[in-house]
């Protein structure tokens, strides 16, 4: 392969959608690598796109970059993943969509109940302390299943 055939990290951030910040956090992360020029500026394989398309679909779907990480790193040779290799990992991922699903819906439908009502009750609205069980797990959103409490993705 000649340098012709690397991109720029203008290039993937162009084609990938990714910022530059996100591309060089991404690499420290060792989601993506990159050679460097004679200068020291970056230059990736046109295979990074795909990885950064499976890294996209893969925080869509809810995983931390960590999983995201340990998926790419559990390829075989580290590489970029196939057909194959996204079709088996998405399937695995489905029973997360539904999990999250349903603690949504139970979110939704536990507010279907505050709506017009405004009390936010300690002893009966199921949001401000739903079911009391809410309270022993911490502060914060703790219906919302965990990944979506985490911050937004990067890039
Ligand atoms: S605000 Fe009254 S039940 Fe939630």
């Known amino acids: 392969m000649g340098p012709q055939d690397l991109l720029t990290m203008g290039e993937v951030a162009h084609r990938s959608g990714y910022a530059p910040s996100a591309l ?23 295979s990074v796109l795909r990885r950064l398309a499976f890294v996209r679909a893969a925080r869509t ?32 991922w489905r029973s997360r969509l539904d999990e999250q699903i ?5 979110l939704r439908d536990g507010l ?4 017009g009502c405004g009390c936010l009750s300690l002893r009966r609205c199921a949001m401000s302390n739903p079911g ?23 890039g």
């Open 61 to 92: 779907v809810g995983l931390s970059l960590e999983e995201v990480a340990a998926a790419l790193d559990a390829l075989p040779d580290a590489r970029t993943p196939t057909r194959a290799d996204w079709s088996r990992l998405s399937r695995a």
């Open 112 to 115: 279907d109940s505050c709506i």
């Open 132 to 154: 009391d069980a809410a309270g022993r797990q911490g502060p914060g959103a703790r219906w919302l299943p965990e990944r979506l409490r985490q911050p937004a993705p990067e």
């Open 24 to 46: 060089r956090y991404y690499e420290r992360l060792g989601l993506v690598s990159a050679t460097r020029t004679a200068g020291g500026q970056r230059r990736y394989e046109r």
């Open 102 to 106: 349903a603690a949504l819906e139970a």
